[in-house]
């Protein structure tokens, strides 16, 4: 598990080192862009329940590129991004990380954002690979890798769609039963 969090801040660290970082006060408000809350809350390891409120935005400088926000940090890009993936990493025990949120391991979280709801839940049934189930609005997902990821893709107004990239199979006709 350590190994695969290594691996996950090794990929974090590499993708900040290519892009240059903008300190904050030198954000400039240009008139393209956007900047929407992702709250909610999530359930720790230990029970704990804590809140998620991290903002998600990009925003056109008037003298250089865009300015990209996730949370606290500002990254400054040539272009405007076209999107960003929320990584997760499942311990295979009902537990995932999600160091957008918390660097312990969580066994719940449910956001919204930008009207769309997310959810990341421990499976009622133990046959279940990784422990956890993904639901989406009214869409739910299995996991085929200990390392999903939620691409979250933007237009210029904001949000355009999310997708669940590394799950197994689509659960949503399940769920009248």
């Not at 956007?34 to 409120?53: V, W, Y």
């Not at 918390?102 to 279940?128: C, N, W, Y």
Request: hydrophobic share 40%.
């Amino acid at each position: 598990m350590k190994r695969l969090l290594l691996i996950s801040i090794c990929l974090i660290l590499w993708a900040l080192s290519t892009s240059v970082k903008a300190v904050g006060s030198e954000v400039e408000h240009g008139d393209r862009g956007f900047s929407h809350r992702m709250q909610g809350t999530a359930t720790l390891a230990s029970g704990e329940s804590i809140d998620i409120n991290m903002l998600i935005g990009f925003q056109q400088s008037q003298t250089r590129g865009w300015y990209f926000r996730v949370g606290p940090e500002y990254v400054f890009r040539d272009n405007p991004p076209s999107s960003y993936y929320l990584n997760m990493i499942m311990d295979g025990n009902g537990q995932a990380y999600v160091l957008e949120f918390s660097q312990q391991p969580l066994k719940h979280f449910k956001v919204t954002f930008e009207g769309r709801e997310i959810e990341l839940m421990q499976a009622s049934s133990a046959d279940i690979s990784f422990g956890m189930r993904l639901r989406i609005d009214d869409r739910q997902f299995l996991f085929d890798s200990s390392h999903p990821r939620l691409r979250i893709e933007f237009s210029e107004q904001g949000l355009s769609n999310i997708v669940a990239e590394r799950t197994l199979r689509d659960l949503s006709i399940r769920r009248a039963q």
